[in-house]
């Protein structure tokens, strides 16, 4: 499955006008969209095919809901990893737990969001393509370790050869592990992480639901849905650049930092506010980035030094700027360099672990501790390679963590760090 347009997805409605609003959402993606008003219908579809990328099911059907119809469908083998998405007008926790019992990965409520939908089933169909590759992968790698196996037992000619085949065999397995493991991590983000964008949208959406606000309530708080679907669009591009080993951000242009960071303390606007954080920001510079990405290091910078501030103490956060000679590794032609240094008064962490806190899905804390998918720093790391720089830290248990940013001057106004 290389072509998007090879991409087929079911979608399952007793409504006919919620069968065409649906395809209508997904018609410039390029799927192919098969409908089916029953559950019924859905299951007569599925005996003739069954390489769907994804199940987009209606819960409240007449005869068989769908609920019923996943527990059908999920009792066949062959269908059994196609992932559904349910779609209600109803949020009950009992529903809820319902649903993912039957073995539901996500609901979309009514009324639907098109760029919500359009973004939900997009990460799921990349989910499942990454899902059947592995698939692919494991069975090539068990055919692989059969062959090995009969090569064993069929030379017995030298021991040194033997050892070799062994050691193949264990290389094959390891990776195999490697990339399950890598799939489970990847799983993991993808159904935790966005929750926290979903919540504001629907928190603000009942606010406005409610019809209790005055028009510039309203307007703060439309502001506020729109941020947070933003937010979650930027965590469905992170997992899909780290899928496909690359950071794809966009040209090069002429950027003043001070309104990148501008822009990063304004989506975090809620979570200074709640925990009564001071940030002091010292003059920055001016100089050739791509734009969205640098502000995605600083939002990723400030969001965790509030994250991990000390319980009952507010976060005292400061971003200050030096001009500095450009290291070897980084200079690159060019003269001018920057170190940029955020530093808190956090949690820290012990220095030995400063490398894994920049590999990708790498946690210092359990998830139920300190919210978090652990690709935050990893992405940043990339962003900074890719612009010849560097980020590093330095940081004690209980003292505050000093995060800093080396990037290249090539375009820099001589007035714009205070003397």
Known sequence: ???K??????????????LMSIESILEKENYRIIKANSGRAALKVLLREYDFSLILMDVQMPDM????????????????NIPIIFITAHNEDEAIFKGYKVGAVDFIYKPINPELLRVKVGLFV?????????IEQEKNLLHTNASLQREIEEREASEQKVRELNSQLTQSNAYLKAVNEELDRFAFVASHDLQEPLRKIRVFSDMLLQKRADPEEV???????TNAAARMQQLVNDLLRFSRHSVQGGDFVQVDLNEVVKDAMSELEMQIQQTGAVVQIDRLPVLL???TLMQQVFYNLLSNALKFRKKDIAPDISV????VDAPDAQANGNTLFYNIYVKDNGIGFDHQYLEDIFMVFKRLHSYHEIEGSGIGLSICKKIMEQHHGFITATSEVNKGATF???IPGKIAKPDVIPA
């Open 219 to 225: 307007h703060r708080h439309v502001q506020k849905i």
């Open 1 to 3: 499955m290389q072509a």
């Open 65 to 80: 809901n769908g609920f019923e119809t996943a527990e059908l469908i999920y009792q066949r083998d062959k269908l059994k």
């Open 126 to 134: 990349e989910l499942y393509r990454k899902t059947h590759s592995l």
């Open 320 to 323: 200050r700027c030096e001009q």
């Open 5 to 18: 347009d090879a991409i087929k997805i079911l979608v399952v409605d007793d409504r006919q006008d919620n």
């Open 289 to 291: 980035a791509i734009p």
């Open 404 to 406: 800093v940013i080396g």
